[in-house]
């Protein structure tokens, strides 16, 4: 009798160690299916929304380092965003594939601007579109924006960098006709200061 019940408790050990074994390998499958799953539908660099922030983090950088070395100059000297506002005829240019031409004046290229040359050398062959606003302080003392280069609306992914440019009156060789092309007024006659001129440049993947 003694015998039977060892046999049974030997039997019993057996099932008891095969069901554990399978118990253990189904937990392990499980597990591995979860794993396999999180890592299939983790975010990596060949996703579409971590490729989007990805440009968009490349652009903003190039659009700072553009106006960086347009807004730089030696002491003493005009910068040549300074430059190219204080030139600026008032007139709207959009890239046409070769140059930038007014959107307004037939055959009428925009030339000898520092914006038009880092846009043709930087932004145009990345195939990156790109707008410059150039916003000031109107005489009734209220914010008025005029495209300088527009190439149509910008997408969702756009990235936009600014930067202030300040303008003297002695930076304005005949202020009454800088005032009627750019619409750009003199704040404070009584001082040298001039206008702040804010440079907005929004650059987006075609």
Same mark, same amino acid.
């Given at each position: 009798?003694?015998?039977?019940?060892?046999?049974?408790?030997?039997?019993?050990?057996?099932?008891?160690?095969?069901?554990?074994?399978?118990?253990?390998?189904? *937990?392990?499958?499980?597990?591995?299916?979860?794993? =396999?799953?999180?890592?299939?539908?983790?975010?990596?660099?060949?996703?579409?929304?971590?490729?989007?922030?990805?440009?968009?983090?490349?652009?903003?950088?190039?659009?700072?380092?553009?106006?960086?070395?347009?807004?730089?100059?030696?002491?003493?000297?005009?910068?040549?965003?300074?430059?190219?506002?204080?030139?600026?005829?008032?007139?709207?240019?959009?890239?046409?594939?070769?140059? @930038?031409?007014?959107?307004?004046?037939?055959? @009428?290229?925009?030339?000898?601007?520092?914006?038009?040359?880092?846009?043709?050398?930087?932004?145009?062959?990345?195939?990156?579109?790109?707008?410059? #606003? =150039?916003?000031?302080?109107?005489?009734?003392?209220?914010?008025?924006?005029?495209?300088?280069? @527009?190439?149509?609306?910008?997408?969702?992914?756009?990235?936009?960098?600014?930067?202030?440019?300040?303008?003297?009156?002695?930076?304005?060789?005949?202020?009454? *006709?800088?005032?009627?092309?750019?619409?750009?007024?003199?704040?404070?006659?009584?001082?040298? =200061?001039?206008?702040?001129?804010?440079?907005?440049?929004? #650059?987006?993947?075609?």
């Amino acid at each position: 009798m003694a015998r039977n019940n060892a046999d049974c408790s030997l039997k019993s050990d057996s099932l008891g160690q095969m069901h554990t074994l399978e118990a253990v390998t189904a *937990t392990m499958i499980m597990v591995s299916v979860i794993v =396999f799953t999180v890592q299939a539908t983790s975010l990596t660099p060949l996703t579409s929304s971590t490729a989007n922030a990805h440009i968009e983090a490349q652009m903003q950088t190039m659009g700072q380092d553009m106006l960086n070395v347009l807004d730089h100059a030696s002491s003493g000297d005009t910068s040549p965003i300074r430059q190219d506002i204080i030139s600026w005829n008032g007139e709207e240019y959009s890239w046409n594939g070769t140059a @930038y031409c007014s959107v307004t004046t037939t055959d @009428y290229t925009l030339l000898n601007s520092s914006t038009e040359g880092i846009l043709k050398e930087i932004a145009v062959p990345r195939g990156i579109a790109h707008n410059v #606003l =150039f916003s000031y302080i109107d005489s009734s003392g209220l914010p008025q924006g005029t495209a300088y280069i @527009y190439n149509g609306d910008p997408s969702d992914n756009a990235v936009s960098i600014s930067r202030k440019v300040l303008l003297s009156n002695h930076d304005i060789s005949d202020p009454a *006709t800088f005032l009627a092309n750019t619409g750009i007024p003199d704040s404070d006659p009584s001082s040298d =200061f001039y206008n702040i001129v804010d440079v907005r440049l929004t #650059l987006w993947r075609m």
